[in-house]
Each structure stands twice: as structure tokens, then as C-alpha cells.
């Protein structure tokens, strides 16, 4: 035994992760034309907007960041919209991650928390944060106000980010949680004869659920009402894309499952685990960390008795997509976040990002506009009409 431990031990001290992934030819954005429907209707929106909650799943916060809404908040286009960003899953990310966040943050001057959408506690605290901004909102534009006096359309608040970073799952928590604190005691957790929470907006393990930016959901009474609205997930654009972004943003479940072969998903995940705990798939190599993910996969259908490597990929894929929880074990998928502050600048990365954007925005049409031979929909009629109303 004595003899045994100490080969692992010469063998495992040996072992040289891959620094560099192999360039493997892959489809590098997944943008579709209901998205760009949806950031139509955020220009509509957003000038009745009093916050933009930005969603991005921690274990993946450089891919799962659209300059898109970078380049509506810098360039003012949303007024006096405030915006927050949201890490979702930080029940799943390393702690080394979690620090990286707030020195990147820092340097910019963003406003960001972490959470679990699924988790009431946290967004409870994300209900109290959102009554302190509708009261600072009134303070700066109202100055103080007696009563329970709010603003005329109230505070609303618009759900965006990549496809599949949680902003349903967050949409439909909120209004359970917040329905307590309403007088909607139908939605509430004292109020419901099942305990069973109705979901207000489609939840799923893939990308693309939700199609349609939703109607207002008051998830507060706060002032006279903090409502949301839930939008479809935005890719990225091919411009701003990169192929190791496509791949982390794989590993999340933010693209279609079938853009990128599962194969090479199941590479990446193996890639990216040897930079940081080979430990994490040790119960399929007996111990020993490996580059080659075929003897993974074998691991993996041995254990689970799936024949064909597609299918273990997929399940291994899966697997740490919805996160390793009974393990406890965190990975990132960004490689960003294993470099050091001389090999990456996320303040670079943005100013980088908002250049190779360029003009892309300015061919999608603003507040009401419309292309020639295109009707306006309600909704859009809705959002123009009620920005003349108030001035906005």
C-alpha cells in the first residue's frame, strides 16, 4: 500500500495540464432574430426604466457579459437607468472567483452582487436592495416625500443578460418571495393552500425559453409598486464573439446543445478542470489526471453504463452544467479567471469589447422607431405612447 501511494503520488507530481486548447472549428455566435426583437424592446423600454438588472452567471463572468448592454449603459442611451449587475449560481463558484469579481468591479465603478436565484434569503436581501434605490430615486428626483408616495409609473426594473444565466428563475423567486410583503396572498408562502409557487415566467435547462419580453410583474408594494419586466436571453453578436467564449458559454448552457459538438464541450470541461482541480473527475481515471478526455468519457460510461462517448459527453456535460452540487466541488469556465492582473485587464476587456461593437446598435431602431413596411406592435405602441404621456 505504502509502495502504491507513493507511485500515485510521482505520477500525479508529473502530470502537465494543457495551457493551450486545441483549435478546434466551431460556430461562433447564436444570435437569433427574437433577440434582436428584444433589444428593440429594451430601447423602447428603457426610457420608463428606472434599473436594468443585468444577469451573468458567476462561473463564466467574462462570457456571459454582453457589451450589448455595456454599450446601452455607457453611451447614456438608457438615461437615468441605473444598473446592477447580478452573478446568478454563486452557490457554484469558486471563491477565487468571487474575489476576481470585486476587483474588476472595482476598477469600473459598477455596482454588483452575488446569488442564488433559487435561494429565498438572497433575494430577499435583493428585495430590500431594490426598496433602498426606489428611495433613492425618489430622494434625488423628488427630494423627501411624506406617506408612501412613489413614483407615477412606479419602480420598474428590467431582467436581461445572456439566454439560460437564470433571469426566469430569479423573475419567478421574486414574485413568490415578494408576493409575502403584497396583498396578493394567493402568490404568497402563507397565503398558497399548496405552498407550491406558480411560475409568472418559463424556466428551463436550455437556452432560448423565454421568447418575448413579458408584462410588468409587481413583485413589491413598495411606494405604490417595484414591477419587473422578464426578457428573452441576447446573445452575442458574431463580431465580439470568440471561439474560447463560445466554449465556456457552452459549458453554462447558454447556447443551443447542439452548436457545439459534445465532444469537444466534454474537452474544454477537462481542459479547464486540470488548470484548476484534476481532483473533479478523479472517480473516472482511478485517481490519475489525464488530457486525454476519451479515457474520461470511458470512465464516465463505466459508471453509468452509456455505451457510446456522445452520450457520456453529454451526460458529463450536463452534470457539472447543473452544477456538481453533491460533490460541493466550484470550476470556472473562464480561463480569464485563473490569470493574474498583469495577463488580463477586465477594464481593457470592456473599453476592447465597446470598440469592436461600433456602430452595430445604432441599425437597430429606437424608442418607437420603425424600419419601412414594418407596423409597430402594441407593445411598442404602448411603451411610445406612455413615454410622451410622462415626458420620457
Request: proline share 4%.
Amino acid at each position: 500500500m505504502f509502495l502504491h501511494r507513493q507511485v500515485f503520488r510521482r505520477l500525479n507530481s508529473t502530470f502537465v495540464p494543457r495551457h493551450v486548447f486545441p483549435d478546434y472549428r466551431i460556430a461562433l455566435t447564436d444570435f437569433k432574430g427574437h433577440q434582436m426583437r428584444a433589444i428593440q424592446r429594451f430601447q423602447q423600454l428603457l426610457p420608463q426604466l428606472n434599473l436594468l438588472l443585468e444577469l451573468r452567471d458567476s462561473r463564466a463572468p467574462i462570457s456571459t457579459r454582453n457589451v450589448i448592454f455595456d454599450d446601452l449603459m455607457v453611451n447614456r442611451r438608457g438615461g437615468n437607468t441605473k444598473r446592477l449587475v447580478l452573478y446568478t449560481k454563486s452557490d457554484l463558484c469558486p471563491k477565487e472567483t468571487i474575489e476576481k469579481l470585486r476587483v474588476w468591479h472595482s476598477e469600473l465603478g459598477d455596482e454588483f452582487m452575488t446569488l442564488d436565484s433559487r435561494s429565498a434569503r438572497d433575494v430577499r436581501n435583493l428585495i430590500k436592495i431594490l426598496e433602498w434605490k426606489y428611495d433613492q430615486t425618489i430622494e434625488q428626483t423628488l427630494g423627501h416625500v411624506e406617506g408612501n408616495e412613489g413614483l407615477p409609473l412606479g419602480y420598474r426594473i428590467l431582467v436581461a443578460g445572456m439566454p439560460n444565466v437564470g433571469k426566469s428563475t430569479l423573475v419567478n423567486t421574486l414574485r413568490f418571495v415578494g408576493a409575502a410583503k403584497t396583498h396578493n396572498l394567493s402568490e404568497s408562502v402563507h397565503g398558497s393552500v399548496s405552498h407550491k409557487r406558480r411560475k409568472v415566467a418559463k424556466t428551463g435547462g436550455q437556452a432560448g425559453v423565454t421568447r418575448a419580453t413579458s408584462e410588468c410583474i409587481r413583485i413589491a408594494d413598495h411606494r405604490g409598486g417595484i414591477y419587473l419586466y422578464d426578457t428573452p436571453g441576447v446573445s452575442l453578436p458574431g463580431r465580439v464573439t470568440t471561439r474560447e467564449k463560445m466554449l465556456s458559454l457552452s459549458q453554462c448552457g447558454c447556447v443551443k446543445n447542439n452548436l457545439v459538438d459534445p465532444i469537444i464541450q466534454a474537452d474544454y470541461l477537462l481542459y479547464i478542470m486540470n488548470l484548476q482541480n484534476p481532483a473533479a473527475y478523479d472517480q473516472y481515471t482511478k485517481g490519475l489526471p489525464t488530457n486525454n478526455v476519451y479515457k474520461v468519457l470511458a470512465g464516465v460510461g463505466k459508471a453509468t453504463g452509456i455505451k457510446d462517448d456522445n452520450g457520456a459527453a453529454i451526460h458529463w456535460i450536463d452534470k457539472w452544467r447543473q452544477g456538481a452540487r453533491q460533490t460541493k466541488q466550484k470550476i470556472s469556465f473562464d480561463v480569464e479567471t485563473l490569470l493574474d492582473d498583469e495577463s488580463f485587464s477586465y477594464k481593457d476587456l470592456v473599453a476592447r469589447e465597446l470598440e469592436q461593437l461600433g456602430p452595430w446598435l445604432s441599425s437597430v431602431p429606437q424608442d418607437g422607431q420603425k424600419s419601412a413596411g414594418q407596423r409597430l406592435s402594441k407593445q411598442a405602441l404602448k411603451a411610445k405612447n406612455s413615454n410622451q404621456l410622462f415626458n420620457l
